[in-house]
């Protein structure tokens, strides 16, 4: 099957390159047309050092008719991209989030059903096998009802590394855009896709490097998420790790039940310590390739004309609960979301075919 990666602004780009690109049923494809002249880390450079096949355009990429893309390049030129891959006939794995307005994210949805295409958001941390299990723990009763939910996704600051992530012309915001969207996702399963009635949000800048050129993005955020049942749940979504810190970041949930309270941890050590040659903390990753998992997922949902999930819809609810933190911001205020117009749901069950179609 031919697979396009389209543009290598996202962190996650070469990444993706690399686990196709030792697939032999696989053709890879690459294009990434916007990066900035001579950047090494960008563009034809990176395309070489990874060894994959690149493109000029965007239009010569299409021209080949590829069944699959990625699109990784900078959050608001997601919409432009997604939009000429559905004409193309292409089924699209999207990087979160899916687009920084709501206007955008329909439309791309729109422009996908159009062409009869799969649109997916990129979400790989409900593909965890310990998200599974929470899931099914909360599903059979075990955990009881829950009563909270308090989620942290934290890291370095992307910007260092990629100055777009800092630039809201490019970003749509700053950590919040950032990090909200994958503890988002995973309430959205947990929850059976239930959304907030009401979103708090506080944030800072103090983090972000002052620049009287440029606007500042916030660096730390807290959000709290009110549903109808009554369920309260919080997200840290800051850029708070430094730079010497031994993995880019983490992700946790807290889950508090009537019956028990469950942790989940999405990147835990399997072996930690001090390194005395490097004087660093040393930190062996324990988890799954979280990213394979996804887009194992997503290509066999391109190769069979399956719908893919998670699909556009989740990521338009998880963007929703985005913009309504940033109208929190603006106004020093909780945002009451449409969510609130409509009846909540009245327990904690899950439906687990649901689950089971979006995990297969």
Request: aromatic fraction near 6%.
């Amino acid at each position: 099957m031919k697979v396009a990666v389209l543009s290598f602004a996202h962190v996650h780009a070469a990444t993706y390159m690399e686990l196709l690109r030792d697939r032999s049923d696989i053709e890879l494809i690459t294009t990434d047309p916007d990066a900035p002249p001579g950047d090494p880390t960008r563009g034809k450079a990176l395309a070489d050092e990874l060894g994959v096949t690149y493109r000029a355009s965007y239009e010569e990429v299409f021209a080949e008719r590829p069944q699959a893309v990625i699109v990784t390049s900078e959050n608001t030129r997601h919409r432009q991209i997604v939009e000429q891959a559905a004409a193309a006939g292409a089924h699209i794995l999207c990087e979160k989030p899916i687009a920084t307005t709501e206007h955008d994210a329909r439309a791309m949805i729109d422009a996908c059903e159009q062409a009869g295409v799969s649109l997916m958001t990129a979400y790989p941390v409900r593909f965890h096998p310990a998200f599974t299990a929470l899931r099914h723990a909360l599903a059979d009763g075990s955990v009881g009802p829950l009563l909270s939910v308090h989620g942290v996704n934290n890291s370095r600051p992307p910007g260092l590394a990629h100055p777009w992530f800092a630039d809201p012309a490019l970003a749509g915001g700053g950590a919040i855009m950032d990090h909200t969207l994958h503890i988002a996702d995973l309430l959205d399963v947990l929850l059976d896709g239930e959304q907030p009635t009401q979103v708090y949000a506080v944030a800072n800048t103090l983090l972000t490097p002052d620049d009287e050129d440029e606007p500042n993005v916030e660096s730390a955020g807290l959000l709290t998420l009110t549903y109808a049942r009554g369920l309260v749940a919080t997200i840290d979504c800051s850029w708070s790790h430094p730079s010497s810190h031994p993995t880019w970041g983490g992700l946790t949930l807290t889950c508090v039940g009537q019956r028990a309270l469950v942790e989940f941890d999405a990147f835990p050590p399997l072996l930690d310590g001090y390194d005395t040659t490097q004087a660093t903390t040393r930190w062996e990753p324990g988890a799954i390739d979280l990213d394979a998992a996804m887009l194992d997922s997503f290509l066999t949902a391109a190769r069979t004309g399956q719908r893919a999930h998670p699909d556009a819809e989740t990521g338009l609810h998880t963007l929703q609960t985005v913009l309504a933190a940033y109208e929190s911001l603006r106004t020093s205020q909780p945002v009451v979301t449409p969510a609130a117009a409509r009846p909540g749901t009245a327990n904690c069950a899950c439906d687990e075919s649901r689950w089971d179609r979006e995990s297969s």
